[in-house]
């Protein structure tokens, strides 16, 4: 099994600021990983995908980077909505694994 | 761009059973791998089982692995999870999800709780 690790967590940030979350692969999937936004009493919504394709809809002060086992996803300035909370997933290979989750508050 | 809509979660002992449904709207529903993820409230995100489009292949979690069964109903649009044997750790939201690589589509959820 891949086993997904983020960091920080949580992560304290201002408005405005920018944010680097990281994601790190067990072991190489490529550039099969995906970042979810996750808000309180709501489904996920993807952001990411492919590693650095952005999802349609989504703002473009949200940037993915990676590839093999270190992946970032980079907030470039933090709006209000933002404050929230983050999963990677990789589905490179079965069983498909999330990362427990980067909460980003103020 | 496509709607899913689960039903069916709701207070179960252990050791009872409960089917998920999903009913899907909005896409070509067998073009897709459809999946159940599920969420204890609060915690991460577990995949669940997964339900191939073109021949119905299935994936399964090794913790549901011969208690869970996905399937689908082409005519009715309709996903299932049949849960038997459930245990207090299965307790979560459960989401029916789209899957095109990444997941790229979510239903609203629906809450099973297992207890006594």
């Known amino acids: 099994e891949v086993v997904m690790t983020q960091s920080p967590t949580p992560l304290a940030a201002s408005p405005g600021e920018r944010a680097a979350l990281s994601c790190r692969a067990s072991q190489s999937v490529g550039r099969s990983l995906a970042w979810y936004q996750q808000k309180p009493g709501q489904a996920p919504r993807v952001l990411i995908y492919d590693a650095s394709i952005r999802a349609t809809g989504i703002p473009a002060r949200f940037s993915g980077s990676g590839s093999g086992t270190e992946f970032t996803l980079t907030i470039s300035s933090l709006q209000s909505e933002d404050f929230a909370l983050y999963f990677c997933q990789q589905y490179s290979k079965w069983p498909l694994t999330f990362g427990e989750g980067t909460k980003v508050e103020i | 761009d496509g709607q899913m809509l689960e039903s069916g979660g709701g207070l179960v002992q252990p050791g009872g059973s409960l089917r998920l449904s999903c009913s899907v709207s909005g896409f070509t529903f067998t073009a897709y791998l459809m999946t159940w993820v599920r969420q204890v409230p609060g915690k991460g995100l577990e995949w669940v089982s997964t339900?191939?489009?073109?021949?119905?292949?299935?994936y399964y979690a090794d913790s549901v692995k011969g208690r869970f069964t996905i399937s689908r109903d082409r005519s009715r649009r309709t996903l299932y999870l049949q849960m038997n044997s459930l245990r207090a750790e299965d307790s979560a939201v459960y989401y029916c999800v789209r899957k095109s690589g990444h997941f790229d589509l979510w239903g609203q959820g629906t809450l099973v709780a297992v207890s006594s």
């Open positions: 339900i191939r489009g073109i021949d119905d292949g299935t």
